[in-house]
């Protein structure tokens, strides 16, 4: 649907492009990554188009981490499917493991695998961040895919080949893909001599940056992909 949309909308000269970049990036609904920032938007804006996404979706579908583009599990096994290439996972609840395997399209006699499991985690000091205690399968399914798309075929990511957890974003939802950091901004009362009456002067609190790296995956813990 998104990749129909995108191929729908006429394509923007360089000069639009950054006309749209420098007024998007003023707007309080955009990431915070992308704030006054409109060479990331157009970066952001040039991922997304490979991928079939819309500019506005690719601002939201794609995450900036310390100078690197993410996205979410689904939608790098998204971009595995649309390549053409056969993607599968399968979980066991009890035992808690998922594995991914991939068929690409031109080798279909071999199997692309990858494993995950709490003890795999563990080994990774995965096991004791927050979303792992939360939510332990997507998380399992989310690296089971990133490393097995990585592996199988990485030209089909568009060089978008970690989830913004892997990244180390300081804050990610069950897929993988990073969430919005909230910004507070803080008031400090200043008393102006001349005009002799307090006057609020308002800073933006500064984006926190990424922390500890990992990997990520799928929104619906329960759900076969």
């Not at 040039?46 to 995450?63: H, N, V």
């Not at 180390?168 to 990073?178: F, L």
């Not at 799928?218 to 076969?224: D, N, Q, T």
Request: a neutral charge.
């Amino acid at each position: 649907m998104s990749s129909e949309i995108a191929l729908q909308q006429p394509a923007m000269t360089f000069a639009e492009q950054m006309q749209y970049a420098k007024t998007v990036c003023q707007g309080s609904l955009v990431p915070s990554a992308y704030r006054g920032q409109p060479a990331n938007v157009l970066i952001a804006m040039d991922f997304g188009r490979s991928m079939g996404l819309s500019p506005a979706e690719s601002l939201y579908r794609i995450t900036v981490i310390s100078g690197r583009p993410s996205a979410s599990a689904e939608l790098i096994a998204a971009n595995v499917r649309r390549a053409g290439h056969r993607l599968r996972v399968t979980k066991d609840d009890r035992a808690r493991t998922a594995t991914c395997e991939i068929v690409r399209r031109d080798d279909p006699d071999f199997t692309f695998t990858a494993t995950w499991d709490m003890a795999k985690a563990q080994q990774a000091n995965l096991s004791n961040k927050e979303n792992w205690k939360k939510y332990p399968m997507a998380m399992l399914t989310a690296r089971s895919i990133t490393e097995c798309a990585r592996d199988a075929c990485p030209e089909a990511l568009y060089g978008v080949v970690y989830t913004g957890e892997e990244l180390g974003a300081s804050q990610t939802g069950p897929d993988g893909a990073a969430e919005p950091v909230a910004v507070e901004a803080t008031v400090h009362a200043r008393h102006d001599a001349h005009a002799g009456a307090p006057r609020g002067l308002v800073d933006g609190g500064g984006d926190r940056g990424p922390q500890g790296a990992t990997r990520a995956r799928h929104p619906r813990a329960g759900a076969s992909i």
